[in-house]
């Protein structure tokens, strides 16, 4: 590690490591922060310090109104306006209000209709989840102590099509548990912690759950966001398996243990018997004595299970 590197005590696994702090802007101008935790030989974990930088935006504000205030019905100009105003808190301009609204018509957030020589605006309703589209990058790391497997998951993803999404598909190992609640998740995206409400189940497989998580806000054609999933769940067996609820472009697993030493990761095909191993694989000790193995997949599809087994 260069001289300039700055160790503190990794806020995922309690072993001290290499930290490097960085940030991300979101779609609502405001920045949040995260950490980077580089052990020895190259195990990697993410923190999300929670921080940020709030900043006014009239753009923001008119955006966040079309989503939580405006129904499925047809407004007219001048209901736009009073509405936005009563949200707002101040008076704003016709010409402001008129630019508002012709940015949304362009970004897809609102139709516009001429009825009668009289024009109407009117929420479009977004997609609830894209399933077509992919993750950039996944990290997801495996503390097993016990019977008790605690669980990281640090997705970056980018809007790859051309529709707004509310949500995505994730699929985590369960061991045990047949309640998504069993798992304890707390979960936060680059607009804050998102509420248990917005995790609801789709389906419950031996040693796996299967759920939609909903975003704080909406992620616009080539938008951007981050998610951070924790929780926890008991296991029983000497493996624990998830499918891949989208195409992944690069996957990094990462396991750590007090007692087990020899762990095997692979890449279950879409056939479901043939396995593939992972192009990048790294072993070695914590300095707290846990043993790990990290490995990485690239371009892995929709369907594909990773098995991790010891």
């Not at 030989?41 to 205030?69: C, S, W």
């Not at 989840?129 to 990281?152: P, W």
Request: some cysteine; charged content about 25%.
């Amino acid at each position: 590690m260069p001289r300039s590197s700055v160790y503190a005590i990794c806020k995922v696994c309690g072993a001290r490591a290499v930290v490097k702090k960085y940030s991300s802007k979101g779609s609502n101008a405001k920045q949040y922060y995260y950490e980077r935790y580089t052990h020895r030989n190259g195990v990697v974990h993410y923190f999300r310090t929670g921080k940020r930088v709030p900043r006014t935006d009239l753009n923001e504000a008119f955006e966040q109104m079309i989503e939580t205030k405006m129904k499925s019905r047809s407004y007219r100009y001048r209901d736009v306006k009073a509405m936005f105003e009563s949200v707002y808190g101040a008076s704003v301009s016709n010409t402001t209000i008129s630019r508002s609204l012709e940015k949304a018509v362009k970004k897809n957030l609102l139709e516009k209709k001429i009825e009668k020589n009289v024009t109407y605006y009117k929420r479009v309703e977004l997609s609830e989840m894209a399933r077509d589209m992919k993750i950039d990058e996944a990290s997801l790391t495996l503390l097993v102590s016990g019977n008790r497997s605690f669980i990281t998951l640090f997705l970056y993803l980018k809007n790859h099509t051309e529709k707004s999404l509310k949500a995505i598909p994730i699929i985590l190992p369960s061991g045990s548990s047949i309640l998504i609640e069993d798992l304890n998740l707390t979960a936060s995206d680059q607009d804050g912690r998102i509420e248990c409400d917005n995790l609801n189940t789709a389906y419950v497989y031996p040693g796996q759950i299967g759920f939609s998580l909903r975003f704080n806000r909406s992620i616009r054609p080539t938008g951007k966001n981050l998610v951070l999933l924790q929780g926890n769940f008991d296991i029983k067996e000497d493996s624990i398996k998830f499918s891949l609820p989208l195409n992944t472009e690069f996957l990094r697993v990462g396991f750590n243990s007090p007692l087990i030493k020899e762990v095997y990761i692979r890449k279950r095909l879409l056939d479901g018997f043939k396995e593939t191993n992972p192009e990048s694989i790294k072993k070695g000790t914590l300095e707290g004595g846990n043993s790990y193995t990290e490995v990485e997949f690239y371009h892995s599809l929709k369907g594909e299970t990773i098995v991790v087994s010891w």
